[in-house]
């Protein structure tokens, strides 16, 4: 026992020992603590691999600011989309073995999934899953604001998701579709994507504690809190956001010091000490160019900057003249870079407790800088020159955003009218309520605050405990729209940048909660020019019959109306004419009104 530990000792000792004398390192941590004071970052940690060893490992600022509890190498992270090159690396596991192509149709594996169009649907195959080319946006919304741990529903969304593009037209970035190859290799396996990652990457690379889950994470010891720079002057903690059935897009939880073995592989062609993980040809066929993001011209910024590809799950570009794989992360309240050069057997990963943050980045090519003996760039500056370049932009379009508003104006009815449940199939439902004399929507995780602009548009504010605040990740609106009947029918939200046009989501409107005893008063039979209608209570609800039509569900809807479920711009209202007894039932359609008399 003495023996293993003094030995763990002198390793210890030699690590940072060499660490510490690699001139190429020298006083880089006075870099980092520099790039730690200009982003406001609670926190980061990095770790750099030479060939088939980790040299450096460590961590800086706090893990837990709160308690200023220290980020070390081993503290645990969420590394985002870095988990991409994990998925697909299962499936090139699995081609190895001859259990499938990445020609192969990914309706062949999970037969219930359709996409947009038949064209989509014969002509997409893996190969496009891997490398964004099946020209669907990212449709992101659909995930975040309306989550699920049912991988099946997330699945049966995809059908509904409009394209922009054709197949292999252009590269666009798709979270769904690594979603789609984790269920191919769940299908494949019969076991699940979590249980896949753990048995082919984390148990034979030594990476003991990193997990794929937000309840794993938590229940972790050493592991880091999320946090945020709220208007470039407040440091606040962000909650862990729950990634749940979208897992294989981003939800791997680890450490810099772990996540060293996994670059490990990459530069050491699929080998992990005495191992095999991953088979070469895919390695090589990973990191080279399948589809083109832009043309990768070098910039005024980074003159030495060249290409900009997309291989599996990993970003091709050249830094200096150096060919470098990377693959970014960002999820609530973290951020990541997980980068190797290939022909340079350099590996540099960084995580970071900050949301969208240019951390990773920067301590990267400033780790690049110095191991490849380039010219030693200012990333603090470019930082500063970036933010201000950003915030000016940001300004501008506000501006230009106000400039746009019609001053003056009010909502086409009244705020009660606006309120129901609305529901696009590719995404999910929401409800909007009404709250003494505001509008708010309801989300799953999120709740926002209707603001009006102009007319029938309205801008939804984030409702937190401190207040509401705006949607950060574009100017979003919500441009409400009438059907024939004049009523409420559908809200359009632009939540997807890529289309020329909002997402729209269908009203229904919610029904009052009305008892059995007090719907008796509408049954009966009315006839209209000899036609007989049935209205009757079946179970708890009100429904009507017209002879030759499907059982219609009536929904109250206050003042002895109802809508008619499912079919928009129909509504019934009954009037009482003596003795507290209903003597008429109008029927209010598109092509017009109708009155049918009690019998």
Not at 445 to 456: E, G, P, Q, R, V
Not at 558 to 582: H, P, Q, S, V
Request: hydrophobic content about 35%; some cysteine; glycine content about 6%.
């Amino acid at each position: 026992m003495k023996s293993q530990l003094l030995s763990a000792i002198i390793l210890l000792i030699a690590f940072f020992g060499y660490s510490q004398t690699d001139k190429r390192l020298r006083n880089i941590e006075k870099e980092f603590e520099k790039i730690l004071e200009a982003t406001n970052a609670p926190g980061f940690a990095v770790a750099i691999v030479e060939g088939d060893k980790t040299i450096y490992a460590k961590g800086f600022g706090y893990r837990d600011l709160e308690n200023k509890i220290p980020m070390d190498e081993n503290t645990l992270l969420a590394i985002g989309s870095c988990s991409k090159a994990f998925t697909s690396a299962i499936l090139g596991q699995l081609r190895n073995n001859e259990a499938l192509t990445f020609n192969d149709s990914p309706i062949d594996y999970i037969p219930e999934l359709r996409f947009y169009d038949n064209t989509l649907n014969g002509d997409i195959n893996i190969r496009d899953l891997m490398s964004h080319q099946t020209g669907i946006p990212r449709h992101d919304g659909s995930w975040y604001l309306f989550p699920t741990f049912n991988r099946d529903s997330l699945i049966q969304r995809i059908k509904y998701q409009e394209p922009f593009t054709g197949i292999r037209q252009k590269w666009h970035y798709n979270n769904f579709m690594f979603l789609v190859q984790g269920v191919v290799s769940e299908r494949i396996t019969g076991k699940s994507w979590e249980e896949n990652i753990k048995e082919r990457f984390f148990r034979p690379l030594e990476m003991k504690r990193s997990n794929v889950s937000i309840k794993e994470l938590e229940s972790s010891e050493n592991a880091a809190l999320g946090y945020e720079y709220y208007k470039d002057s407040i440091i606040r903690k962000m909650d862990y956001y729950r990634i749940a059935a979208m897992a294989p897009a981003g939800s791997i939880n680890s450490s810099v010091s772990e996540m060293a073995n996994w670059l490990k592989v990459w530069i050491n062609n699929g080998k992990f000490k005495d191992s095999t993980l991953l088979p070469e040809n895919y390695i090589n066929e990973a990191i080279s160019s399948q589809s083109v993001i832009s043309s990768g011209f070098p910039s005024e910024e980074n003159p030495d900057m060249f290409l900009s590809n997309y291989g599996y799950g990993w970003m091709i570009s050249s830094y200096r003249g150096h060919y470098r794989v990377e693959h970014g992360g960002n999820i609530d309240g973290f951020s990541a870079s997980t980068a190797f050069y290939p022909t340079d057997s350099l590996g540099i990963v960084v995580l970071t407790n900050q949301n969208g943050s240019r951390v990773p980045s920067m301590v990267r090519n400033t780790v690049a800088d110095r191991m490849l003996n380039e010219k030693h760039g200012d990333w603090v500056a470019w930082f500063n020159d970036l933010k201000d370049k950003q915030q000016k932009a940001i300004e501008a379009a506000k501006t230009a955003s106000d400039s746009s508003e019609i001053k003056n104006t009010v909502p086409s009815h009244d705020l009660s009218a606006y309120t129901g449940f609305y529901e696009n199939k590719g995404y999910g439902q929401f409800e909007i309520t009404k709250e003494s004399d505001s509008l708010f929507a309801h989300f799953k995780l999120i709740k926002f605050y209707l603001k009006h602009t102009y007319y029938d548009i309205f801008e939804p504010l984030e409702v937190k405990s401190t207040g509401v605040e705006e949607f950060d990740e574009l100017p979003v609106k919500f441009n409400f729209s009438t059907n024939d009947a004049g009523d409420i029918s559908s809200v359009k939200i632009n939540i997807e940048p890529s289309l020329d046009h909002p997402i729209e989501f269908k009203r229904e409107p919610k029904a009052l909660d009305i008892d059995v005893s007090e719907l008796k008063k509408y049954e009966g039979e009315y006839e209209l020019t000899g036609i007989v209608i049935k209205v009757y209570i079946k179970g708890e609800g009100l429904y009507m019959f017209v002879p030759g039509q499907p059982e219609y569900n009536l929904l109250a809807t206050g003042e002895d109306g109802f809508n008619i479920k499912g079919l928009e711009g129909f509504k019934t209202k009954f009037r009482m004419l003596e003795n507290n007894a209903m003597k008429e039932l109008v029927l209010i359609q598109p092509n017009g009104t109708f009155v049918a008399v009690r019998k």
